[in-house]
């Protein structure tokens, strides 16, 4: 018992923390649009045929992107949703570079109603190191 009173607060912490490790963190952004690992992105992809739309810049998407991505920088996104209206209640996987960019463009198709939005956590930097499959050069 005297244990337990000499050390109350660091039994505190250790509880405090492994209530943090078990908590769900980072799945769902601000947005309310799922986050998903590398691992959780070729699930996504491969048991949904998830459609991937890639939100970097030009030269972003020649140095490497996931095969057969669409490509529709972040700054076009507005004047071109209807390119992908198709895909509005499909399984869709945003990504970018570090995932920031994906994360507006999710918040984007939310808005115009896309049902089924997911982002890449971590973008293109954790999927190639995760050491998967790209794709070089523009389409």
């Known amino acids: 018992m005297e244990f337990l009173k000499?050390?109350?607060?660091?039994?505190?912490l250790a509880i405090g923390s492994a209530f943090m490790l078990l908590m769900p963190s980072g799945k769902k952004s601000a947005s309310g649009v799922p986050n998903l690992n590398p691992a959780e992105a070729v699930t996504l992809i491969n048991r949904s045929n998830a459609f991937v739309?890639?939100?970097?810049?030009?030269?972003?998407?020649?140095?490497?992107?996931?095969?057969?991505?669409?490509h529709i920088p972040l700054a076009q996104m507005a004047t071109r949703i209807n390119e992908i209206k198709k895909y509005q209640?499909?399984?869709?996987?945003?990504?970018?570079?570090?995932?920031?960019?994906?994360?507006?463009?999710?918040?984007?198709?939310?808005?115009?109603?896309?049902?089924?939005?997911?982002?890449?956590?971590?973008?293109?930097?954790a999927w190639q190191e995760a050491k998967l499959p790209v794709v070089k050069g523009a389409k």
Do not use: W, Y
Not at 7 to 12: D, K, R, S, T
Not at 53 to 70: P, Q, S, Y
Not at 90 to 114: D, T
């Open 53 to 70: 739309l890639d939100v970097r810049e030009d030269a972003e998407f020649a140095a490497g992107h996931i095969a057969n991505a669409t």
């Open 89 to 125: 209640n499909k399984p869709i996987l945003v990504n970018c570079q570090r995932g920031a960019r994906s994360a507006q463009a999710c918040k984007l198709l939310r808005e115009a109603e896309f049902t089924q939005v997911h982002n890449l956590q971590g973008g293109m930097i």
């Open 6 to 12: 000499d050390n109350a607060l660091l039994i505190g």
